[in-house]
């Protein structure tokens, strides 16, 4: 599986970051997600779905592979 980030979307909100700590991190320079890194590693795919569910502005995609 992997997750794709619409940096044009995000808003920083940082709900990601919160929800999938071991997936996201937030910018320094502009407070919006980083993409993570793809594919999505067994152990942290339940937590990127969760994210992606919860992202309030819909900036991020599940892509099942």
Same mark, same amino acid.
């Given at each position: 599986? %992997?997750?794709e980030l619409d940096r044009n979307v995000c808003q920083g909100h940082g709900v990601c970051q919160m929800t999938a700590a071991n997936l996201f991190t937030l910018s320094d320079d502009d407070g919006l997600a980083i993409q993570p890194p793809n594919p999505i590693a067994p152990q942290f795919q339940d937590e990127g779905r969760l994210a992606?569910?919860?992202?309030?502005? %819909?900036a991020l995609t599940v892509i099942e592979d």
């Open positions: 599986m %992997r997750i992606t569910a919860s992202c309030p502005e %819909r």
